[in-house]
């Protein structure tokens, strides 16, 4: 079975410095998806950045980038000079394909993320 | 373009009441989903639906019914409220075509208290 695991439940970062949020993952299959998602204190789910298993490239975003390394399975997401909007749960998830060629997503428990002013 | 839209934002139920949480994307959005968020933890899966007339199970579909009469709208039925479902409901939804899985994109979220 598919498993995330985020095993920072709460961070600090200072304002305008650069966090790393980490996520680790467990499957067997070859191709696979992941993705970060934030869900700021108003509760909604906004997705911020994917990562596809062949993708050479480590996924970017504006201030978001994925650090991508397979044979670890990790997929961190850095976020670079961090804002006090950034404030918020943070979301690893793993796409998981289901019988009929659609997908759901596994999640991982999140991390919540503080910046100080 | 409103994206996905749920409602209402919050709502108190008693014990064996029934409700249906409303769900409804204006991206034209083949596959929607619906998954519940407990407190301090991920999101599980409930059911899903690949198109119009066609849904299926998630990991954790019981106590709760579905329907997709149109592309646009997937409603969540609960019946018999118990509080054990007291959580909060995101319906999503996304594009897939010719194997291509696009972005799962969510609702604001119904917030649900079973008293």
């Known amino acids: 079975a598919q498993k995330i695991t985020q095993t920072q439940p709460g961070m600090f970062v200072q304002e305008k410095e650069a966090v790393t949020l980490d996520c680790t993952y467990d499957t067997s299959d070859q191709s696979y998806g992941l993705f970060w998602y934030k869900q700021p204190s108003s509760g909604e789910m906004i997705f911020l950045i994917y990562q596809g298993s062949y993708d050479e490239q480590n996924a970017t975003e504006g201030r978001y980038s994925l650090n991508f390394q397979k044979a670890r399975k990790s997929a961190n997401l850095v976020i670079s000079a961090s804002q006090l909007g950034d404030s918020a749960m943070y979301f690893c998830?793993?796409?998981?394909?289901?019988?009929?060629?659609?997908?759901?997503?596994?999640f991982g428990s999140g991390t919540r993320l503080l910046v100080r002013p | 373009n409103a994206g996905v839209t749920q409602t209402p934002k919050f709502r108190i139920l008693k014990i064996g009441q029934s409700m249906t949480l409303q769900c409804a994307q204006d991206?034209?959005?083949?596959?929607m989903y619906w998954y519940r968020q407990d407190p301090g933890m991920g999101l599980k899966l409930i059911y899903y639906?690949?198109?119009?007339?066609?849904?299926d199970k998630g990991e954790v579909p019981n106590g709760y019914n579905v329907s997709r009469s149109t592309t646009e709208d997937f409603p969540l039925r609960l019946e018999l409220a118990a509080p054990s479902q007291t959580s909060v409901y995101f319906c999503a939804s996304s594009y897939s075509f010719g194997g291509i899985q696009e972005t799962q994109y969510f609702g604001p979220g119904t917030r649900l208290l079973v008293l």
């Open positions: 639906s690949v198109g119009a007339g066609i849904t």
């Open positions: 998830a793993m796409r998981e394909v289901l019988m009929d060629s659609s997908y759901k997503l596994i």
């Open positions: 991206m034209n959005h083949n596959y």
